[in-house]
């Protein structure tokens, strides 16, 4: 691809994201992420134990800040043994993960302008995306504490980083795949699926930079803990949308010149 096609691949992918508004749809993502995340904790803590609330510290630096980690170890600890506490986290994980699904499949059928599928499509779309997004998370959770083990702290980063989008790439495939009316192929998909493996790579790399140097930029203490977790969830749903948009965009450069050929050669039998 030349660098003029890549300037005007980007201008046509911003401009519909414009159209579509999708940093609205975005934030609604990222406070459903957000509403699931202390209730996903807590289903962790009743099926791994009181062991987990023990290794939180020793496991979420990479990912919160002192402060933050101090409030999930509080909210773990809060809920544990209580039924009440677990059936509400079960019912607020449930109805994060149906909005989420909603959300992203109704992002997808704007910006392809596809009319509203059957009830077992949309079964089937949302199971989709729950799973690629629970895969996503486990695979970042996985290779950032598997190569923390490699010596030399650059030379893991590096590996661990470029592991990481590999991984992302081929779990975020179905996820561009299977909701879409007009992306045929899984091959098809991969745009989406770099997008969103690269924005989602560099977004956890933002975050490990901000953990290790919390002491100098949360200011707010535990808030700031707080205000990373929103505008990371912000950032990573507005990535995964843009994805829709890239496959979209694509799809229909390369359709254009099919159908302006097809009109060329109707103008030119008669």
């Not at 300037?7 to 046509?12: E, F, G, I, N, Y």
């Not at 009440?84 to 997808?108: H, Q, Y």
Request: glycine share 8%.
């Amino acid at each position: 691809m030349r660098l003029a096609d890549a300037v005007d691949l980007a201008a046509s992918v911003a401009r519909t994201a414009h159209e579509h508004d999708v940093r609205y749809p975005a934030a609604a993502l990222a406070y459903y992420g957000f509403v699931a995340f202390v209730p996903l904790l807590v289903l962790a803590f009743g099926v791994l134990g009181q062991r987990l609330a023990g290794r939180v510290y020793t496991t979420t630096p990479q990912f919160l800040p002192p402060g933050a980690q101090g409030l999930v170890y509080d909210a773990m600890n809060a809920a544990s043994g209580q039924v009440g506490a677990t059936l509400l986290a079960i019912a607020a994980l449930a109805w994060s993960g149906a909005n989420v699904a909603v959300d992203f499949r109704t992002v997808v059928e704007r910006v392809e302008g596809a009319p509203e599928g059957p009830l077992a499509e949309q079964v089937r779309d949302a199971a989709a995306v729950l799973v690629t997004i629970a895969l996503a998370i486990v695979s970042i959770a996985l290779t950032s504490t598997l190569f923390v083990l490699l010596p030399g702290e650059l030379l893991a980063t590096a590996i661990g980083a470029a592991a990481l989008v590999v991984v992302l790439i081929l779990i975020f495939v179905p996820l561009y795949y299977v909701p879409s009316s007009v992306v045929d192929s899984p091959r098809a998909a991969l745009p989406g699926a770099v997008t969103a493996a690269v924005g989602w790579t560099v977004i956890h790399a933002a975050i490990q930079y901000y953990v290790v140097h919390a002491a100098r930029y949360a200011i707010y203490g535990v808030l700031s803990g707080i205000i990373l977790i929103l505008s990371s969830l912000y950032v990573a749903a507005v990535v995964l949308l843009l994805g829709v948009v890239v496959n979209a965009t694509l799809r229909d450069g390369v359709a254009a010149p099919v159908r302006a050929e097809t009109v060329r050669r109707t103008g030119d039998r008669r």
